[in-house]
Structure formats: structure tokens, C-alpha cells
């Protein structure tokens, strides 16, 4: 062949190629009116469960009603030994964008997570749950409660990540702000690959709402998901690559299974214990034997919450406090934003603060009592009956010396737990922590009325009967509480 023909032959190829691209091109009028109709919502309420003992099930339902959240569910066991209810807030946490690609409603998971979803697309108002998820690329599908609609058998084409080109015009379909299915366009303005992730940067317009959007080419294949956008920059807006929906297989069955399993051993540590019957070694037992075949990362705050619990259950306290800050980086927490942030501070902090109260040789520092105190109140702007955050954050508050503010915090809690032996415990710690002798006295008696089998009341106790010259009182609570600590 004459190698003068080459370039010559090399121009054909790519001048057929560009004008095949070029017929192919979509205007952004036609772009719209193809998939606006896969577009939709979704809007999450936060959900919250109450878990506790059947004797005042109709006082927590009343106070959770009175409070303002909505009843999802509610029920007591035969027995009345125990009761849970599941309530949501009455206004939305946040939105953002879904679609439908193909037969799979998609969208990022971080729009997903946090309560229950209410989604919207084409009018049709649907309900739903988190399918498939792959977190460390922020891409999950959605499981509908009911008849797929119609919108999933459009047909859309995907775009290799490998075949995109800087400068190249992308279109967004979302709900920036609100605004159902507008339309935005801009150029690939980078692509990048960070730690096994695909990802494009580009400039069309995008806002809070518009996360989960599908970003397309010029011909209408979908090239990425919107996945975040950086609020200090202009137009610095991320999406990841489509190429990750065809490694969402991974199925969820053995994962919820998992998560179902971390929640009924979280719940039978906390009853388990109150009522005597499950001794720490045998529940720590079961922990380690999940654990030991945990599906994916075992790194999540809900992992690091039960093993710290299982550690506790052995007496490990101190080893407990130290392994949550080895594993625990709220640095990382630093993109998330509102609710999530102080849900998932909140729940670590919480950790963190009711174990340093159960280990006097590790005080809480003025410093992280101010931080559980701050991500405690954050929470309870949504949640005022969660008894656990409720505590940390009283145990804060009156550390920073705001026993008043402590108290109405614990008011919450024996609104919808007056038989739950830590409210009364916490109670206590926060009259004590004021001089409040008296008090102290009579909160932590209580405490141990309901279970007899508390160590940390008896201590209680014994301080408050020290400072008050009960030394009978005295001997007897610190002969409890060496009884309870050998055995």
C-alpha cells in the first residue's frame, strides 16, 4: 500500500465516524421530551423505632403523637413485657433525584438513606426500600412495594466511561432545589479515576435535589449519575460513571439478612441484659460468629457500635472505648450534610459518651462533652425519644455544669420510658454531677427498683448516700456493687 494514502484513508474513517456521530446527535428539546418521563423524586421521612417494655405502651404512643410524629406501627407483646412502635416525622428530611434505567429504578444512596421513602415519577406516587447498594460509589437501586409502572421499559442506552471526552456536551434531568424534572446542560470538563471510581466532572448547573440525576451524551446514552457538587467551587460537579451500574450485582439478600441480625442482637443486648436472662459472654459469642461471616466492609458505624457493645458485655470497657476511636473517623462525616451528619455523629458520640460514664478513670474532656452536646441536641431536633442519645446528651450537658437543661432533656425519656432503669440512672448521674445528693439518691433507688441487678445505680447510690452520711445506705450499695461486679 502507498503509505501516502494512509492519512488520507485515516481522514475518511474519522470523517464517516464524525458524521455518524453527527446524525446521532440529539438537541436538548429532544433529549427532554425522551426521558423526562423516566425522571422522578425521592423524598425521605425519617423513621424512628421505640423498643421497650409494654407496661406504659399507651403513654409512649401518646407522647410520641402529642410530640408531633407521625404512628406507623405499633405493638406489645401478650405479656406486656415488651413494645415496640415505629414513627416519622410529619415533614420531609430531604429529596432528591431517581430514574429508571431500563428495568432498574436507581438513583444515589445517600438520597436513599435516613427513613422511609416516598418516591414520584410520572405522578405516579409510589413506596419503596433500598435494594441493591453499592455505597463506596454512592449507587443503589430501589425495590417498589407494589406493580412496577410502565416508565421502566424505556429503553436506555449506556455510554462507556472509557469512549468520554473532555469538552463533550453533557444534559442533567433532576430536581434541583425542588424544581421537578429541569433540564441543565454544560461540557465534561474532567474525568477522573479515584480509588477504583469512575468519575466525570462537569459544568452543567446543578443544586441540592439534583443528586441520583442521569447525566447524558448529546445522544441521549447515559454516561453518570450526579453524585455531588462542590459548593465552594463553580460549577465543580461530580457524577459517577453509568459503567458502575453493571457491577451493581452483588445481591442484598445476605446483606439485609446481616443488618436484620445486627439489629435483633443490638435489641436482645439491651433487653437481655435488663431482664437478667442472656449473660454477656453468650451474647458476645453470637457477635463474633456473625461478624466472622459479615458480607462486604465491616468498618459501618453499626458494626462498630455492636462489637464495642459485645466488648462491654465481657467487662472490656476500657478496650471498648479505645477500639470506637481507633475505628471511628468523624472526619470522614465532613461530606455529608443536616440530619445525616449528627444521625451518624450522634450515634458514635453516644457510644463514646456511655462508656466514659461507665469507666471513671476516663472522664469525658470539656471538649467532647461540648461535641456530644452539640450533635445530641442537633438529633433530637428530629428524635426527642431516642433513649440513648437522650442520655449522652444529658450526661454532656450537665458535665458542662447545665443540669437544668440536662433534666429537660431526661423529661423526654420518662415521657416515654418512666419504667426504663438507664433513664432513671441517667437522672441520677446528672443530679449528682450537681451536688443534687438528694435527688441522685432517689433517681438511682428507682433505677435499681426496676432492675435490681444495675451496677452503675448501686455505685450511684453509694456516692449519693456518702455525701448525704448514710453510711449504713452506703456499705450496703458498695457490697452490691462487689456482689454484682465478681459475679
Not at 455518524?20 to 446527535?25: F, I, L, P
Not at 429532544?30 to 426521558?35: G, H, L, S, V
Not at 437543661?405 to 449528682?432: E, F, Y
Amino acid at each position: 500500500m502507498n503509505v501516502r494514502l494512509i492519512p488520507v484513508l485515516l481522514l475518511s474513517v474519522f470523517a464517516i465516524a464524525h458524521a455518524q456521530d453527527a446524525e446521532n446527535t440529539l438537541g436538548a428539546s429532544e433529549i427532554y421530551d425522551r426521558f423526562q418521563r423516566i425522571v422522578g423524586s425521592a423524598v425521605v421521612y425519617p423513621e424512628f423505632n421505640y423498643l421497650g417494655s409494654g407496661s406504659h405502651f399507651e403513654e409512649a404512643q401518646e407522647a410520641i403523637v402529642a410530640a408531633g410524629y407521625e404512628l406507623r406501627e405499633a405493638w406489645v407483646a401478650d405479656d406486656r413485657d415488651f413494645s415496640a412502635l415505629t414513627y416519622r416525622l410529619t415533614s420531609p428530611l430531604k429529596s432528591g433525584t431517581i430514574f429508571w434505567f431500563n428495568d432498574i429504578l436507581v438513583s444515589n444512596c445517600h438520597v436513599l438513606i435516613g427513613g422511609a421513602l416516598k418516591l414520584e415519577i410520572s405522578d405516579e406516587l409510589l413506596e419503596g426500600t433500598i435494594g441493591k447498594r453499592d455505597f463506596s460509589r454512592d449507587i443503589c437501586s430501589i425495590y417498589l412495594d407494589g406493580n412496577v409502572p410502565s416508565q421502566a421499559e424505556t429503553n436506555v442506552q449506556m455510554r462507556l466511561h472509557a469512549t468520554l471526552n473532555v469538552g463533550e456536551e453533557v444534559f442533567v434531568i433532576g430536581n434541583p432545589s425542588g424544581l421537578a424534572q429541569s433540564l441543565s446542560s454544560g461540557i465534561v470538563s474532567a474525568i477522573r479515576q479515584q480509588e477504583g471510581i469512575k468519575l466525570i466532572q462537569f459544568t452543567a448547573p446543578i443544586s441540592p435535589g439534583s443528586s441520583g440525576s442521569p447525566v447524558f451524551d448529546n445522544a441521549g446514552r447515559l454516561v453518570g449519575i450526579v453524585t455531588s457538587q462542590v459548593t465552594e467551587g463553580q460549577n465543580l460537579n461530580f457524577a459517577v460513571s453509568a459503567d458502575h451500574l453493571l457491577e451493581l450485582d452483588r445481591t442484598d439478600a445476605d446483606l439485609s439478612s446481616f443488618e436484620q441480625r445486627i439489629f435483633q442482637l443490638r435489641t436482645r443486648r439491651l433487653f437481655g441484659v435488663v431482664s437478667g436472662e442472656e449473660s454477656g459472654r453468650q451474647w458476645a459469642d453470637e457477635v463474633a460468629r456473625l461478624l466472622s461471616d459479615a458480607p462486604g466492609s465491616t468498618t459501618s458505624p453499626a458494626v462498630v457500635q455492636l462489637q464495642a457493645l459485645s466488648m462491654i458485655s465481657e467487662g472490656r470497657s476500657r478496650e471498648a472505648l479505645m477500639f470506637v476511636d481507633r475505628n471511628v473517623d468523624l472526619g470522614l462525616l465532613d461530606s455529608l450534610t443536616g440530619i445525616e451528619l449528627s444521625l451518624e455523629a450522634a450515634a458514635e458520640l453516644w457510644l463514646r459518651a456511655v462508656m466514659a460514664h461507665s469507666i471513671d478513670e476516663v472522664p469525658l474532656s470539656f471538649e467532647f462533652a461540648e461535641l456530644v452536646a452539640e450533635y445530641g441536641s442537633q438529633f433530637r431536633q428530629y428524635d426527642r425519644f431516642d433513649l440513648d442519645i437522650n442520655s449522652a446528651t444529658a450526661l454532656a450537658l450537665s458535665d458542662l455544669g447545665n443540669e437544668t437543661q440536662a433534666l429537660h432533656v431526661m423529661s423526654d425519656s420518662l415521657a416515654i420510658a418512666p419504667d426504663n432503669p438507664q433513664t432513671h440512672r441517667t437522672i441520677g448521674k446528672v443530679h449528682a454531677g450537681a451536688g443534687s445528693w438528694a435527688p441522685s439518691l432517689r433517681s438511682c433507688q428507682r433505677a435499681v427498683e426496676i432492675w435490681a441487678e444495675d451496677v452503675e445505680s448501686w455505685l450511684c447510690i453509694a456516692i449519693a448516700a456518702g455525701n448525704l452520711g448514710d453510711k449504713t445506705l452506703q456499705a450496703e450499695a458498695n457490697s452490691r456493687v462487689r456482689e454484682l461486679s465478681e459475679g
